[in-house]
């Protein structure tokens, strides 16, 4: 299903994804992938771990809680989310060990953004 996502975007971006894609599985094994408001999302029991989307900058990797991460390739959101990113314009820019680096924390690192309606936008640390 991810890989319908990204089947009519160009060379480049596709590779992209699919690398990216093929990353994000091997390391979360036991994680839900899903298409998520129109893009791929891993979740780790209900809670969005990380995903990618298309954006005009090039394909953006998002780790919902990468914030607490300390990784000096992310870039952390102003706001009260806890997300950070990093994206790319072409697949040497992939950076494996800090990706590696970034879905080991992502499994220990979360805020609970499942319950975040419920909670009415507060944000818990998992």
Known sequence: MTAAYYQDFDAEE??????????????LPSAENK???????WFLD????????????????????????D????VVR????KDA?????NSSQIDQDL???C???SVTIQWDYKNIVKRKGQLLRL
């Open 46 to 69: 209900g809670n969005p771990i990380v995903g990618f989307s298309k954006q005009k900058k090039g394909i953006q990797l998002m780790f919902w809680s990468g914030a607490d991460f």
């Open 85 to 89: 990113a990093i994206c790319f314009q």
């Open 99 to 101: 990706l590696q680096r």
């Open 78 to 81: 102003a706001g009260k989310f």
């Open 14 to 27: 596709k590779q992209i994804c699919a690398s990216l894609h093929a990353i994000i599985s091997a390391n």
């Open 35 to 41: 298409i998520w408001h129109a893009h791929p999302v």
């Open 71 to 74: 990784e000096p390739g992310l």
């Open 103 to 105: 879905l080991e924390k």
